[in-house]
C-alpha cells in the first residue's frame, strides 16, 4: 500500500516514515535505513524522520552514524524526550557512559514524568561508580510510592516501578 501511495507521490516524506516503520516491523533494518535515509532527505526538519534512521542505522549496528541522525533529531526537537534516550542508549553502546548519563538527564528536562531515564540513571550509576545514596535517589525518583495505614496505626509503604516505563525489559 505504501508502495503504491510512493509511486504516485514520491516525494511524500509521511508515507517513506510508515513504510520505514513497516520495514523495522520485518526485521529489515538496512532497508528501514534507506527509505528514512530518504525521508530526511526530502525533508531535512524533521526530526521524526531523523530519530527513526538513528534507530534503524542503531540496528544495523552502525552506531556513529546513528548518533549522528538521532543528535540532528534533538537539534530539530530539543523538547522530544524519545530522541533523548535514543541518543543516551547509543552513547551507551559506545561505551560513553557520561554522555550516555548526560543525555538522560536532557530526557528528563524534556519531560520529568517518564520514569525509565532516571532508573537508566541509577544503573548506570550503580554500575559504574556512584555514591549508593545518590544511585537510590535516581531510583526512587523513577518509583511510585503509596503510603497505606493498616490495623494498628501500622503503616506501609508500596513501592511499583512500571514495567511499561521500561520497555527493553
Known amino acids: 500500500l505504501y ?5 504516485q507521490h514520491p516525494g511524500h516524506t509521511h508515507t517513506l516514515c510508515k513504510l520505514g516503520l513497516v520495514h523495522l516491523r520485518l526485521d529489515d533494518a538496512p ?3 534507506d527509505t528514512f ?11 521524526y524522520a531523523f530519530r527513526m534512521l538513528g534507530f534503524s542505522l542503531m540496528q544495523i ?18 523538547n522530544e ?13 559506545l561505551g560513553r557512559i557520561e554522555d550516555a548519563i548526560s543525555h538522560f538527564k536532557g530526557a528528563i528536562s524534556a519531560d520529568p514524568l517518564p520514569s525509565e531515564p532516571y532508573y537508566n540513571i541509577a544503573l548506570l550509576r550503580a554500575r559504574y561508580g556512584m555514591d549508593e545514596h545518590l544511585a537510590y535517589a535516581y531510583l526512587s525518583a523513577a518509583t511510585d510510592f503509596n503510603i497505606s495505614q493498616v490495623v494498628d496505626l501500622v503503616c506501609g509503604v508500596h513501592a511499583r516501578i512500571r514495567k511499561s516505563d521500561f520497555p527493553s525489559l
Not at 3 to 7: A, F, G, P, T
Not at 81 to 93: G, N, Q, W
Open 37 to 47: 535515509r530518504r525521508a530526511v532527505e526530502l525533508d531535512p526538519n524533521n526530526p
Open 61 to 78: 549496528g552502525d552506531l556513529p552514524a546513528a548518533e549522528q541522525a538521532i543528535k540532528r533529531a534533538v537539534d530539530l526537537a530539543p
Open 81 to 93: 524526550v524519545l530522541s533523548h534516550m535514543l541518543l543516551a542508549k547509543v552513547s551507551y553502546r
Open 31 to 33: 532497508a528501514a535505513s
Open 3 to 7: 508502495q503504491m501511495i510512493l509511486e
